[in-house]
């Protein structure tokens, strides 16, 4: 395991945008080693529907390994498995969207810092999907 810090990010990640860019972008400029989880199809189809994720896991993967920002990419499919996750890293940093602050963080008890940051743009995968950004 490496000696840097680590900067925890997580998220569906169904279709990335540059919201998403700007996170990872920051979470590297914290210098610490990014970790990214990213949920399973089934754990997304249970919280958005039938008709989430848009792209498939393996997909979400290959496009999230891609990102120069990004150093590993972790899945789960549970809050226990994130939660397990999150203590067995125990990061220094969670860099997470601002529409959380006042909601559940899992794993939260096992995180340093939790930075909150505005969404760039107003955009979202949500709106994205339907229609509501361009």
């Given at each position: 395991m490496s000696t840097k810090d680590i900067v925890?990010?997580?998220?569906?990640f169904d279709v990335?945008?540059?919201g998403?860019?700007?996170l990872f972008e920051y979470a590297r400029s914290l210098d610490g080693?990014?970790?990214v989880g990213v949920d399973t199809d089934e754990r997304i189809r249970s919280m958005k529907g039938d008709g989430r994720p848009v792209n498939n896991l393996w997909n979400r993967v290959d496009f999230l390994n891609s990102i120069k920002?990004?150093?590993k990419v972790h899945i789960f499919g549970s809050?226990?498995?994130?939660?397990m996750t999150i203590k067995d890293l125990s990061?220094?940093?969670m860099?997470?969207?601002?529409?959380?602050?006042g909601k559940k963080i899992i794993g939260r008890e096992h995180i340093g810092q939790v930075i909150f940051l505005p969404r760039y743009q107003g955009l979202s995968s949500s709106a994205i999907i339907n229609g509501a950004h361009n």
């Open positions: 925890w990010l997580n998220g569906t990335l945008h540059m998403h860019i700007k080693e990014v970790h920002y990004i150093d809050d226990e498995e994130l939660t990061p220094k940093w860099v997470i969207g601002n529409d959380y602050v």
